[in-house]
């Protein structure tokens, strides 16, 4: 007599979708729609095929979807994406100029989203945006910071994140809350040590739900760690929510550079203004004898930006105390905000936020009283 083997967890999940209805007619299970569906521990993460223009018809389903996936036995979370893996028809040409069409709003309460951003990894970059966002926090502004890097997420380390967000009032995701920050991680979602093997369309929607389905609230200014490089992740914020600007981190290294330009050429693209440039590592600070050693070159990045007509923001150096702050989970502007390091950082985001209130003069960055910390 032969014995079947119980359904993987994976397949179980297929089957509890498989009697789904699609908006146009027929079941989910019926179709090929149902992509991937991985599941780890408590959490299932899936995707749903579809082309961009049925995104938003498809959205009630990727919610009921959602729900069913939670109801499962042993599963705390369910993460399912909208994706489009294939490349929309192009369309016919056009004989008119349409009407204008606003955007919808995804975060009607924050007044400005900035991204930090860079060519390449391992500049610092997270570093740079976490203690940028308590800057701006000490200055008295409502701040919040979103990981977009969805392979590699750094904030759960840098602000010491744990635990999992809870759910608020529509089935939206509530932001952790870290040295007064708002903060969003992948990181937080998924355990540690859980590899993200997705497809470029599964990163995008990905993205777009973390800006969208989490309850940021008011904020005056949201800032979005952007994983490295100019790819999909890169495109869909730019492209998926009003930025006010971006901040790039750059070495003063030539290698770090090149890959910086390709960042500012970017978003420079697709109409989103720079709003400085930050050297980050300008040079190692010795712990011992005080010295300052300019292991990447020195002022690359302040030259880089006046070739390029960009403010500089200022440098920031590489040293001991920095590095295991920001390993502890204490970045050092919540450790040792009247540091040598904390106040560097201070005028950063005191630069920043001269640069956003110019740039984008009808929308000031205007300070929000928080309880203790520094005024502007």
Not at 59 to 76: K, M, N, S, T, Y
Not at 97 to 116: F, K, N, Q, S, Y
Request: charged share 20%.
């Amino acid at each position: 007599m032969t014995r079947t083997s119980p359904p993987s967890p994976a397949e179980h999940a297929r089957q509890a979708l498989a009697s789904l209805a699609l908006p146009g007619g027929g079941t989910l299970g019926a179709s090929d729609r149902l992509g991937g569906v991985a599941v780890q521990g408590g959490r299932i993460n899936a995707a749903i095929r579809v082309t961009p223009d049925e995104a938003e018809a498809f959205a009630p389903l990727r919610a009921q979807a959602e729900a069913v996936l939670r109801a499962l036995p042993g599963i705390d979370q369910a993460l399912v994406v909208l994706t489009a893996e294939a490349a929309a028809p192009a369309p016919p040409p056009k004989l008119a100029a349409p009407a204008p069409t606003r955007r919808p709003e995804i975060l009607p309460g924050v007044a400005h989203v900035v991204a930090v951003a860079s060519g390449k990894g391992g500049v610092g970059k997270s570093t740079t945006a976490v203690n940028l966002a308590l800057g701006l926090r000490l200055l008295g502004l409502r701040v919040g910071l979103l990981d977009a890097d969805i392979y590699g997420p750094s904030l759960p380390t840098l602000l010491g994140l744990h635990g999992k967000p809870r759910v608020g009032p529509g089935r939206k995701l509530m932001p952790m809350d870290a040295f007064g920050l708002k903060a969003m991680s992948m990181g937080v979602l998924v355990d540690a040590e859980t590899a993200m093997v997705w497809r470029g369309p599964m990163v995008m929607s990905a993205i777009t739900q973390m800006l969208a389905e989490v309850d940021w609230g008011a904020l005056d200014i949201l800032l979005v760690d952007m994983p490295p490089g100019t790819g999909d992740a890169q495109l869909a914020i730019a492209q998926g929510t009003r930025l006010s600007g971006a901040v790039i981190v750059s070495t003063p290294q030539d290698l770090s550079l090149i890959d910086a330009r390709r960042g500012i050429t970017m978003f420079r693209k697709v109409d989103v203004p720079i709003l400085g440039i930050v050297e980050n590592m300008a040079h190692f600070l010795c712990p011992t004898c005080g010295a300052e050693h300019a292991i990447f070159g020195r002022g690359g990045a302040r030259a880089e930006a006046e070739r390029l007509g960009a403010p500089f923001l200022g440098a920031v150096p590489l040293t001991m105390e920095l590095r295991a702050a920001s390993d502890a989970g204490q970045p050092i502007v919540a450790r040792d905000p009247d540091g040598a390091l904390g106040r560097l950082y201070l005028e950063l985001a005191r630069s920043l936020r001269a640069e956003l209130a110019r740039t984008t003069a009808t929308q000031p960055v205007s300070p929000t009283p928080v309880h203790g910390g520094h005024r502007p």
